[in-house]
C-alpha cells in the first residue's frame, strides 16, 4: 500500500504537523525552496502545505504527477492558480476564519500605532531622547473610519471601531442597507467615503479589479488629514502614488501591513517617510491563529487522503466521494448557473431562490445549493467565497436563501431554476442536464433557448427585426472574434430577442462598446464561464 506524502513548504505550527503523522501520513518540511527547486520533486507529494509563499503556478502543476490536494493555513489564494488546479483534478482547500480576529485586531493596532506615533516615539527613546511634544498624536474617539470591503475581516474592524467610539461607514454595493442599519454602518459611495474618511481600511481580496485601486486618484479626493491602511492583499495600494501622497503632504500618513512585493526591501522608498509605519505581514501571525489555521489544514488534508472527506474546499464541495460521483454532473450545472446569473445582478442582493424538479427533487440538494450561492456571490461580492462559508457570507449579508423542491417537471426529465432579486431587479435562469453529465441553459427570464454555459460567452438583448443580428456579427467580425456558437431566443409579444454568443476570446471593453452603439441592440452582457 503506497504512503501518501505531504510536503509542507511554508512554516506551519507544529500542532498541524503532528495531526498529520499521527494519521500515517509522510510528511516531509521542505521550507525555502526557489520554484524550480520545488519544481524537481513536486512530483513525490501527494499533498502540499503552503500558506503565502509558495506559489502554486500553472507549470509547477504539470510537474504535480502524484499531486490531490493543496492546503492553505489561512483564506487568501491569489498565490494559487484554482482554474489549472481545476483542471488537473486537484483539491484547493483553506481554512477561513481561522485568522480573522488576528487579522481584524492588527487593524486597529496599526491604526491607532499610525495615529500616536508609537513606532517613531519608541525608537526616539531607544535613541536616547526624550521629544514628547514632537510626537503629539490625536484622539480616534469621534473620527470617522471608512472600510473599502466590509466582508468577514471588515466587519470586525468595524465593530472594533465602534467599541473605540468611532463613527464607521463603508462602501459595498452590495451589502444590503438594512444589514448595515443593523450593525450600525453608514453605507455610502465610495467617492464620499473617501471625502469624508479619517482614516480609510481596504479589506477586500486582491484581484484584476482591486489591483491598484488606492491609487493617485483616489488619494486625491482624500482629506490632507485622512490616513491610509492596508493589512488585506499586497497590491490593492500603488506604493509609488502612496509615496508622493505622504512625501508632498496629500496625506497625514499610511500603514501598511502587506506590499506589492515580499518580502520588501529597505530600498522600498516609503521607508524613508516618517509618516508611514509597517509590519511584515504580520495579519495572521498571533499564536492562536498559526496554531488554529494549522490544526484545521492538517485535519482537512488527513481526512480527504484517508477516508475521501472533502472540508473547506473552494473548488469542491464537502461531500464524501461516493456522493460526488453521483452529484458531480449536478454540482458542474450549478456552478455555471451561478456564474451566469452573477453577470445579471446589478445592485444589493436581496434573495435568492432555487428551485429542484424532477430527477433533482430526489437527491441530496444541500451541496448543491452551496455551489450556486458559491459561484452567485463570489464574482458580486467580490470577496473570497468558498463552499463552506457561502451560506454564513449570505446570512450575513441579509441575503434570504430559499428552496424548492417538485417531482414534476415540464419538457425535461430534470430542470434547475435560480431566481435572483437585487436592487429593483428580478433574473431568473433555468438549466438541465441531456444524458447524464452534459449541462444546458434552457431559459434566461423570459427567453427560451438551449446553450451550453461554457467559455467567453455574449448575452445580447435586441430588437427583433431584420438586420440587427447582421450588424452584431459584423462589428464581431471586423473585431477578429470569431462567433463559435449562437443561440437564438425569441419574445414575440414584446419584438425582442435576446442572443446568446460563444466566441473565441474575451471580447475587449472598445467591442462591448461599439456592440451597445449598434441600431437595435438595447443590451450587451459579457460573461466569463
Not at 492588527?106 to 514632537?134: C, D, F, N, V, Y
Request: net charge negative.
Amino acid at each position: 500500500m503506497t504512503i501518501m506524502k505531504v510536503f509542507i513548504t511554508d512554516p506551519i505550527a507544529h500542532e498541524g504537523i503532528e495531526i498529520l503523522k499521527e494519521a500515517g501520513l509522510e510528511v516531509e518540511e521542505k521550507l525555502g525552496l526557489s520554484p524550480e527547486e520545488l519544481k524537481d520533486i513536486i512530483g513525490e507529494a501527494h499533498a502540499l502545505v503552503i500558506r503565502s509563499n509558495t506559489k502554486v503556478t500553472a507549470d509547477l502543476l504539470e510537474h504535480a504527477s502524484n499531486l490531490k490536494v493543496v492546503g492553505r493555513a489561512g483564506t487568501g489564494l491569489d498565490n494559487v492558480d484554482i482554474p489549472a488546479c481545476n483542471k488537473k483534478g486537484i483539491v484547493v482547500m483553506n481554512t477561513p476564519g481561522g485568522n480573522t480576529n488576528s487579522a481584524a485586531e492588527h487593524t486597529i493596532a496599526m491604526l491607532l500605532a499610525l495615529t500616536r506615533h508609537i513606532p517613531q516615539a519608541t525608537a526616539s527613546m531607544k535613541a536616547g531622547k526624550w521629544e514628547k511634544k514632537k510626537f503629539q498624536g490625536q484622539e480616534v474617539a469621534g473620527k470617522t473610519i471608512g472600510i473599502i470591503g466590509s466582508g468577514r475581516i471588515g466587519g470586525i474592524v468595524s465593530q472594533l471601531a465602534k467599541g473605540l467610539k468611532m463613527k464607521v461607514m463603508a462602501y459595498d454595493p452590495y451589502m444590503n442597507p438594512e444589514m448595515a442599519d443593523k450593525l450600525g454602518i453608514e453605507l455610502v459611495e465610495l467617492d464620499e467615503l473617501l471625502s469624508r474618511a479619517d482614516y480609510v481600511s481596504v479589506h477586500t481580496p486582491l484581484t484584476e479589479e482591486t489591483r491598484g485601486m488606492l491609487n493617485k486618484e483616489m488619494f486625491d479626493k482624500m482629506k490632507p488629514s485622512a490616513m491610509v491602511l492596508n493589512c488585506a492583499r499586497g497590491g490593492i495600494v500603488n506604493e509609488a502614488d502612496l509615496f508622493d501622497a505622504l512625501s508632498s503632504g496629500k496625506l497625514a500618513g499610511a500603514a501598511l501591513d502587506v506590499f506589492e512585493k515580499e518580502p520588501t526591501t529597505i530600498e522600498n522608498p516609503l521607508f524613508k517617510l516618517n509618516n508611514f509605519i509597517c509590519t511584515p505581514h504580520l495579519g495572521a501571525s498571533t499564536r492562536e491563529a498559526q496554531e488554529n489555521v494549522a490544526v484545521a489544514v492538517a485535519r482537512q488534508i488527513a481526512d480527504y487522503l484517508t477516508k475521501g472527506e472533502v472540508r473547506n474546499a473552494v473548488n469542491v464541495p464537502s461531500v464524501s466521494a461516493e456522493t460526488m460521483k453521483v452529484l458531480g454532473p449536478v454540482l458542474n450545472l450549478a456552478d455555471k448557473m451561478g456564474a451566469f446569473v452573477a453577470h445579471l445582478v446589478t445592485g444589493p442582493l436581496k434573495r435568492v431562490e432555487i428551485s429542484y424538479q424532477g430527477d433533482l427533487a430526489e437527491i441530496d440538494t444541500a451541496p448543491v445549493t452551496i455551489s450556486v450561492l458559491k459561484s452567485l456571490l463570489a464574482p458580486v461580492l467580490r470577496e473570497d467565497v468558498n463552499f463552506v462559508n457561502a451560506p454564513v457570507v449570505a446570512k450575513d449579508r441579509g441575503i434570504k436563501v430559499v428552496e424548492s423542491k417538485s417531482d414534476t417537471c415540464e419538457n425535461f426529465n430534470n430542470l434547475m431554476e435560480i431566481k435572483v432579486v437585487s436592487g429593483e431587479d428580478e433574473n431568473s435562469l433555468a438549466g438541465t442536464i441531456f444524458g447524464k453529465t452534459e449541462p444546458r441553459l434552457v431559459r434566461i427570464n423570459n427567453f427560451t433557448l438551449e446553450a451550453v454555459p461554457e467559455g467567453h460567452m455574449l448575452l445580447i438583448y435586441n430588437e427583433d427585426r431584420p438586420g440587427v443580428i447582421g450588424r452584431i456579427g459584423t462589428t464581431l467580425g471586423e473585431s477578429g472574434i470569431n462567433i463559435a456558437r449562437m443561440q437564438v431566443g425569441q419574445d414575440p409579444g414584446h419584438n425582442r430577442n435576446v442572443i446568446l454568443l460563444t466566441i473565441d476570446e474575451s471580447a475587449p471593453s472598445e467591442v462591448l462598446e461599439r456592440l451597445k452603439q449598434q441600431d437595435g441592440v438595447s443590451n450587451v452582457i459579457s460573461v466569463e464561464l
